[in-house]
């Protein structure tokens, strides 16, 4: 019975944590950002975070990884299908974030 009003309580809370700002929900950037957030969380709250930094941090990385040619994992290959206008929107909608 505890176990059970633990489940539930926890089921309940779930949609509390898949937060997304409301402020930037209209972002032109968004949807592109969203390819990063399986990996980086939603809106940049995760592994690496990316919420809250500076735009030319983000596109200052991404450059590195794209004109890396020796580098083929994961990251160099996401930058690479990316233009420099997408990626300057990407960047833009990350640092909105609050940190
Ligand atoms: C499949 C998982 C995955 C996806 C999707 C992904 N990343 Fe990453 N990202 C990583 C990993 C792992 C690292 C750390 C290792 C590295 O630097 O390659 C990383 C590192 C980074 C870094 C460097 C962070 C730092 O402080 O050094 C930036 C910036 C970044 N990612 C941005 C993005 C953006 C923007 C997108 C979406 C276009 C994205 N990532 C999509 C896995 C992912």
């Known amino acids: 019975m505890k176990r059970l009003l633990i489940i539930t309580t926890v089921c309940l809370l779930?949609?509390?944590f898949a937060y997304a700002n409301p402020a930037t929900l209209n972002h032109?950037?968004?949807t592109l950002a969203a390819n990063c957030f399986q990996c980086h969380?939603?809106?940049?709250?995760?592994?690496?975070?990316?919420?809250g930094e500076r735009v030319s941090e983000i596109v200052d990385e991404l450059?590195?990884?794209?004109f890396e040619p020796a580098r083929k994992d994961i990251m160099a290959v996401h930058a690479q299908a990316y233009t420099a206008e997408e990626i300057k929107l990407i960047a833009d909608y990350f640092s909105k974030q609050p940190k």
Do not use: N
């Open 28 to 30: 032109p950037g968004r």
């Open 14 to 16: 779930l949609p509390a």
């Open 63 to 66: 450059q590195e990884m794209q």
């Open 41 to 51: 969380g939603t809106d940049g709250y995760g592994m690496e975070h990316l919420a």
